[in-house]
């Protein structure tokens, strides 16, 4: 994590601060922390919505996984006209603009990049190894997790300790996501790194009905 100020403000939660920082040095607004990210994508991980709206107020040029991860559509798609290859690039902390669009919940953004070729199954240059349908259903995004399974999205692959991403509707008790993936053809006897399906990880969590229909 960076000391610079301007990641210091994002992480207190200093809206002020970060617009200190900028007029002292505006290229702040381009800087890097210790995992390659910029102080917007560091304030959209932190959930710091005052600093991130100042930074977004000093700052036109977003790259493509900035304009993916605020949902910023029409800067995406002039970015991705300008260069389609963006569409399969990777971020710094390993993510393309596809994972960060799902993760943060812009189904909009999420459909742009797959109107324009994203892989829907890109796995994480990371140890989490999620690819976009993780990042959509751990952020409970029901479009998103829609158009990925319609692009082609396998609801069977699994990312860092082996888990699908029915195991994490199921740990999430979300009965519609549940029912999305398993019409996609999501497999309920998977088991995770810790020899637990779907099912397992909903009885632990309490959602017993959606246990139900797992076993069943």
Same mark, same amino acid.
């Given at each position: 994590?960076?000391?610079?100020?301007?990641?210091?403000?994002?992480?207190?939660?200093?809206?002020?601060?970060?617009?200190?920082?900028?007029?002292?040095?505006?290229?702040?607004?381009?800087?890097?922390?210790?995992?390659?990210?910029?102080?917007?994508?560091?304030?959209?991980?932190?959930?710091?919505?005052?600093?991130?709206?100042?930074?977004?107020?000093?700052?036109?040029?977003?790259?493509?996984?900035?304009?993916?991860?605020?949902?910023?559509?029409?800067?995406?798609?002039?970015?991705?006209?300008?260069?389609?290859?963006?569409?399969?690039?990777?971020?710094?902390?390993?993510?393309?603009?596809?994972?960060?669009?799902?993760?943060?919940?812009?189904?909009?953004?999420?459909?742009?990049?797959?109107?324009?070729?994203?892989?829907?199954?890109?796995?994480?240059?990371?140890?989490?190894?999620? /690819?976009? #349908? *993780?990042? !959509?259903?751990?952020?409970?995004?029901?479009?998103? +997790?829609?158009? =990925? &399974?319609?692009? %082609? @999205? $396998?609801?069977?692959?699994?990312?860092?300790?082996?888990? /699908?991403? #029915? *195991?994490? !509707?199921?740990?999430?008790?979300?009965?519609?996501? +549940?029912?999305? =993936? &398993?019409?996609? %053809? @999501? $497999?309920?006897?998977?088991?995770?790194?810790?020899?637990? /399906?779907?099912?397992?990880? !909903?009885?632990?969590?309490?959602?017993?009905?959606?246990?139900?229909? =797992?076993?069943?």
């Amino acid at each position: 994590m960076s000391d610079h100020p301007i990641y210091v403000a994002i992480r207190t939660g200093d809206a002020a601060a970060v617009e200190r920082a900028l007029a002292i040095d505006p290229s702040a607004a381009h800087a890097r922390d210790g995992e390659g990210r910029t102080p917007v994508l560091f304030a959209a991980y932190m959930r710091q919505g005052e600093p991130l709206a100042a930074l977004l107020a000093h700052i036109g040029d977003l790259d493509v996984f900035e304009a993916a991860a605020v949902g910023r559509e029409v800067r995406l798609g002039a970015l991705l006209a300008a260069d389609p290859s963006l569409v399969r690039a990777y971020s710094a902390d390993g993510f393309t603009a596809l994972h960060l669009a799902c993760f943060f919940s812009h189904d909009a953004a999420a459909r742009i990049l797959l109107d324009h070729g994203a892989d829907p199954d890109a796995v994480a240059r990371n140890e989490m190894r999620v /690819t976009p #349908l *993780h990042s !959509a259903v751990a952020a409970r995004s029901h479009a998103a +997790v829609g158009a =990925l &399974l319609a692009a %082609g @999205a $396998d609801p069977n692959t699994s990312q860092q300790g082996g888990w /699908t991403a #029915l *195991h994490a !509707a199921a740990q999430h008790g979300d009965r519609s996501l +549940v029912d999305l =993936l &398993l019409s996609a %053809g @999501a $497999d309920a006897s998977i088991a995770n790194d810790d020899d637990m /399906t779907a099912a397992d990880i !909903a009885t632990d969590t309490g959602h017993d009905a959606i246990a139900e229909l =797992l076993r069943g």
